[in-house]
């Protein structure tokens, strides 16, 4: 394949361009050098890169903030970096609607709604993806009666391999919407999108802990009290966390704030015992009493602006699996887990995560036509230092496959390729139609 240089490019492109760029995503997981690494700031722009790239027979590959703990985003041939397309094209106050260019990070976009008096209905753990990257990979908050944030999605543009722009909404271009709203890029780049939001609002959130087996016996209660409800269960015991949240017009309360707990214990303490545990595994379980005991014990009670009660802090890198199942199957799950850890002789780190996300329409989506349990699992890399995660990994995705699991797409598996057989043959017909070559 023959290489591409800067000096053949034309200038409009040369001005935006990187030769021999490296990528890292955010945990330093993966990483690669790609040819040719474009900055655009246009339409127009990305359109000549799309037809330069099918000139020379190369793959694209579009980033944001590389959040994604997987290699979803590297290339060796060019990349295309859309944090330049960031501007607003349209607020609509009356109908609650906004339009976007799709390179705009959730961090910009909530300062934006927040000064137009909207919000969004539901968010993440973090903000520091771009748009196009929470919607390519049908990324999800928590709420038994919300859907993930591809849901929101009203129409959107996108730019073909052959260079064509496409508008797509449910009365446009209908099934290319209905692929598009999760598709890794298998469909073009996506430039601009409109959503459909809410007017502003404040959520009152409550954390209290609960021992994990009552909390599976009464799995139905507890993923219907309250609007948005999150499970942190602490593997190797039966403590966990369910903290709730709910639409409040209540004055602000802000959580108690001790800098020596939070920060010293929570953050810096916890890497350093990590660390010291890579040498000496069998020490986790303790780590993980010591840490529920001293932080995560404590009940919690905030009330604030909606996107500051969704986000909270990711601490520091991380290996991550995520998968959603069929609410009525995870408690069994769940169960098959705790029996794994706790007769296999690997400790792993807490929390396993547990989300609720209604179902949808969207052809890729992991909650498509299903109410789903995502299920998430973590192995902290305390300083960027590597620990063990693919037996971990293997057995919960066999306990996740066996349980009708579908993948979150921007998480790292073991096991994919059959996933990835079988929803992209729903793509075939559309992607034949669009001649692409072009990956998110």
Avoid at 246 to 259: D, F, G, V
Avoid at 380 to 401: H, L, Q, S, T
Wanted: include cysteine.
């Amino acid at each position: 394949m023959t290489r591409v240089r800067l000096n053949q490019l034309d200038p409009e492109l040369q001005a935006i361009a990187t030769e021999d760029y490296t990528f890292h995503n955010w945990a330093k997981t993966f990483q690669c050098t790609c040819e040719i690494m474009f900055q655009p700031s246009t339409e127009s722009q990305i359109i000549q890169i799309v037809q330069l790239a099918k000139k020379y027979n190369k793959p694209i590959k579009v980033f944001g903030s590389g959040h994604s703990p997987s290699d979803l985003a590297c290339s060796r041939g060019f990349m295309i970096n859309i944090d330049n397309m960031n501007g607003i094209l349209g607020i609509n106050k009356q109908d609650s609607t906004v339009t976007v260019e799709a390179g705009m990070s959730l961090h910009k976009l909530h300062a934006i709604l927040q000064e137009n008096g909207l919000a969004m209905s539901n968010l993440g753990s973090i903000s520091d993806q771009s748009i196009a990257g929470v919607i390519s990979t049908a990324t999800h908050g928590t709420g038994a009666e919300f859907g993930c944030l591809s849901s929101m999605v009203l129409d959107l543009t996108l730019i073909t391999a052959n260079g064509e722009l496409i508008n797509c909404s449910s009365n446009e271009n209908s099934d290319l919407f209905a692929a598009a709203r999760c598709s890794l890029g298998a469909l073009g780049i996506i430039t601009r999108i409109t959503l459909q939001v809410e007017p502003a609002f404040r959520l009152e959130a409550i954390q209290k802990p609960y021992k994990f087996d009552t909390v599976l016996s009464e799995w139905d209660h507890v993923i219907h009290s309250a609007e948005h409800v999150r499970v942190w269960w602490m593997p190797h015991t039966n403590d966990c966390v369910v903290w709730r949240a709910n639409r409040t017009k209540k004055s602000m309360k802000q959580a108690e704030s001790n800098w020596l707990i939070e920060r010293g214990v929570g953050v810096h303490l916890y890497q350093f015992m990590l660390n010291i545990a890579r040498y000496r595994p069998s020490v986790i379980p303790s780590i993980t009493r010591f840490m529920f005991e001293t932080i995560h014990k404590r009940p919690l009670h905030v009330i604030d602006d909606s996107y500051k009660v969704f986000m909270f802090d990711c601490l520091f890198p991380q290996y991550v699996n995520e998968w959603a199942i069929p609410w009525e199957n995870s408690p069994q799950a769940l169960k098959e887990l705790d029996a794994f850890i706790n007769t296999s002789e690997l400790k792993v780190h807490f929390p396993v995560e547990i989300r609720f996300v209604d179902e949808d329409d969207i052809w890729l989506s992991p909650s498509y036509k299903t109410k789903t349990c995502y299920i998430g699992v973590i192995m902290y890399r305390p300083y960027g230092n590597p620990v063990p995660y693919k037996k971990y990994w293997k057995a919960y995705e066999d306990i996740m496959r066996k349980h009708g699991g579908r993948p979150h797409w921007a998480k790292v598996y073991i096991y994919i390729f059959i996933f990835i057989y079988i929803y992209f043959n729903l793509l075939f017909a559309l992607t034949y139609f669009l001649y692409i070559f072009i990956y998110i």
